[in-house]
């Protein structure tokens, strides 16, 4: 890891091997997920590792989505596109944009109970997806 973690120690946490990390037709459970932000936060002393793992990850990692992100013509399509295909990487997370005139807003919710995934997830979103 580049923030000074264990590889295996983190995914130790949910039973993952790291070769399951490889394949990207692997889909990692939400509540893994959860787990998986939790060591991996404990273990690099990283409070902005959502922020700093969006440094190092392209929108191909995505695939579909990131594809659509990058050939979109407008931000608006963009954002439709990441929240209408929002599912192929989560099932616990919902989106909505909200326009009022010239203000437009991305409001995420996530389930209760998650208290360190919402953030290394939003902070990585952003990160990936901005120009």
């Not at 902005?48 to 579909?64: P, R, S, W």
């Not at 997370?93 to 995420?108: H, M, P, Q, W």
């Amino acid at each position: 890891m580049r923030a000074g973690g264990q590889r295996e120690h983190v995914l130790g946490v949910v039973s993952l091997r790291p070769e399951q990390l490889d394949d990207d037709q692997q889909r990692v459970p939400s509540a893994d997920f959860e787990q998986l932000a939790r060591s991996a936060l404990e273990v690099t002393g990283d409070a902005a590792l959502g922020l700093h793992m969006g440094e190092h990850v392209n929108t191909a990692a995505f695939h579909l989505v990131g594809a659509l992100t990058e050939h979109a013509t407008t931000l608006r399509q963009g954002i439709e596109a990441v929240m209408r295909y929002a599912r192929i990487f989560t099932d616990r997370v919902s989106s909505e944009l909200r326009e009022d005139g010239k203000t437009a807003s991305i409001r995420f919710a996530f389930p209760r109970g998650a208290a360190l995934g919402p953030r290394l997830s939003a902070e990585l979103a952003v990160t990936v997806f901005s120009p």
